[in-house]
């Protein structure tokens, strides 16, 4: 039962920011938005979350709005390494489980 | 080197057999995940244990059977009960105090 929805895939230019939405509309208060990528048949890596405030690491920053209805995740400088499957994911405190939904395909062309 | 391994890599199972993957951890973390990926879709949870001899089904149990009795090792059997058992398989770990969970390589299981 997946809690969020994400664009199947985009593209991105080599050096530009990749900008990749995700839409929680049903979230709740103490929920928090992961955000994880794949690169083929590896295992998930972990990049960033956050619960309301706007983050920021090594790796990207994260975007929630006001509302925390949806969310951006930003890869401020993409590389082809960049290129893979990214997972929004809604983490429900109580139980500790992730709802994976079906992720984002970014591809970065040169 | 500390992480997450899982193995084998690759496993082949024939009909009527039950086979079991391995998930090891050194991080110390109480809780682990079993995650089942088909191709194209997103990662479907089949069991999880948030400590050592305790462990709860998740959505997709079925045909599934898993044993918590180490913090580092979590096995997952897939038993002649799972019909369409053809899947990636991955082993999490959630660090306690962010919450995060870190996934292993994957075993990729096939049916002959």
């Known amino acids: 039962d997946a809690k969020t929805t994400q664009p199947p895939s985009m593209d991105c230019a080599e050096g530009r920011a990749a900008n990749l939405p995700c839409n929680h509309s049903?979230?709740?208060?103490?929920?928090?938005v992961y955000w994880y990528r794949q690169i083929h048949s590896q295992g998930p890596q972990y990049i960033i979350h956050?619960?309301?405030n706007n983050e920021t690491n090594e790796m990207a920053s994260l975007i929630i709005t006001e509302d925390r209805k949806s969310s951006t995740l930003i890869l401020p400088h993409a590389t082809l390494r960049d290129t893979a499957v990214y997972y929004c994911?809604?983490?429900?405190?109580?139980?500790?489980?992730?709802?994976f939904g079906s992720g984002t395909k970014l591809n970065v062309k040169p | 080197d500390g992480g997450i391994t899982q193995s084998p890599k690759y496993l082949f199972r024939k009909e009527g057999q039950n086979v079991t993957l391995s998930c090891e951890q050194n991080l110390n973390h109480d809780a682990m995940y079993w995650y089942r990926q088909d191709p194209g879709q997103g990662l479907r949870l089949i069991y999880y244990?948030?400590?050592?001899?305790?462990?709860q089904k998740g959505d997709i149990a079925e045909g599934y059977s898993v044993s918590r009795e180490k913090k580092e090792s979590f096995p997952l059997t897939v038993t002649s009960a799972q019909k369409n058992p053809t899947a990636f398989y991955l082993c999490?770990?959630?660090?306690?105090?962010?919450?995060?969970?870190?996934f292993g390589p994957g075993t990729r299981l096939l049916v002959l």
């Open positions: 049903t979230i709740s208060g103490n929920e928090y």
């Open positions: 956050g619960l309301k």
């Open positions: 244990s948030q400590i050592v001899n305790d462990f």
């Open positions: 999490a770990s959630r660090q306690a105090s962010t919450a995060t969970q870190y």
């Open positions: 994911i809604v983490r429900v405190p109580s139980i500790n489980k992730f709802y």
